[in-house]
């Protein structure tokens, strides 16, 4: 039971362009989503989080978009750089509950 | 802040042996900390949550027996994979949270091959 999906493996785009990665959800009880950002044989690190409570949170060039009643969230990176190349995990947690649930990641690659 | 240090980076074990990884946190307290495992291509699949001064908690499916976890403090937690074998390699990663928002910090993982 895949509670987080990605369903793009991978994802390529030029630089300077925006990139949006998607993240669904089946779990209406998730209180909260959090993207990061991992390269090879390194641990992920964290990118941007929002709350169930807001639709929209932005950090530079990263902005995260909650749509609860279609249970999606995507990330947008803008403007693309090439060291935005990367696997980019989106992940969910429940309330009171401290583990978190992973989407497959999605590999972004920025071209040139 | 929020530093997680995860040792060693990476681990060659003959078969049948044991090995530890080490998950520390530098600059807070971490009650929880989580045991992740990572297979090529694939999703973070949590293993454990690790809790401070009490028995770890194991996902359905994870031997507790081959994958033992200690937290004996508020800054360390110790996974150590026991009589290893081949298949049990694989990208091990730790983390840590202080506050949920702010997100989980994780470690720089650790690359277990088991020969």
């Known amino acids: 039971d895949q509670q987080v999906k990605q369903n793009s493996p991978s994802l390529s785009v030029q630089e300077g362009r925006i990139s949006i990665l998607n993240c669904d959800y089946t779990?209406?009880?998730?209180?909260?989503f959090l993207w990061y950002k991992k390269y090879p044989a390194e641990g992920p690190t964290f990118l941007i989080s929002?709350?169930?409570?807001?639709d929209k949170n932005e950090d530079g060039r990263f902005t995260v978009f909650l749509n609860k009643s279609a249970k999606h969230l995507s990330l947008h990176i803008v403007p693309s750089q090439p060291g935005d190349s990367a696997v980019y995990f989106c992940?969910?947690?429940?309330?009171?509950?401290?583990?978190?649930?992973f989407g497959q990641g999605t590999r972004l690659t920025i071209n040139p | 802040g929020a530093v997680v240090s995860q040792h060693p980076s990476r681990v060659i074990c003959k078969s049948g042996t044991s090995v530890k990884i080490e998950c520390r946190s530098l600059?807070?307290?971490?009650?929880?900390m989580f045991w992740y495992r990572q297979f090529p291509k694939q999703s973070l699949m949590l293993m454990a949550t690790?809790?401070?001064?009490?028995?770890?908690?194991?996902e359905q499916g994870v031997e507790k027996d081959k994958f033992l976890i200690n937290h004996a403090s508020l800054t360390l937690s110790t996974l150590t994979v026991t009589s290893a074998h081949p298949e049990d390699s694989s990208f091990y990663i730790c983390?840590?949270?202080?506050?949920?928002?702010?997100?989980?910090?994780f470690g720089s993982g650790t690359r277990l091959t088991v020969v």
């Open positions: 690790s809790n401070e001064g009490s028995k770890a908690t194991y």
């Open positions: 779990n209406s009880m998730f209180d909260y």
């Open positions: 992940a969910a947690g429940g309330k009171g509950a401290q583990k978190l649930v």
């Open positions: 600059d807070f307290q971490a009650t929880t």
């Open positions: 929002i709350s169930s409570i807001k």
């Open positions: 983390s840590a949270s202080r506050q949920q928002l702010y997100g989980y910090t």
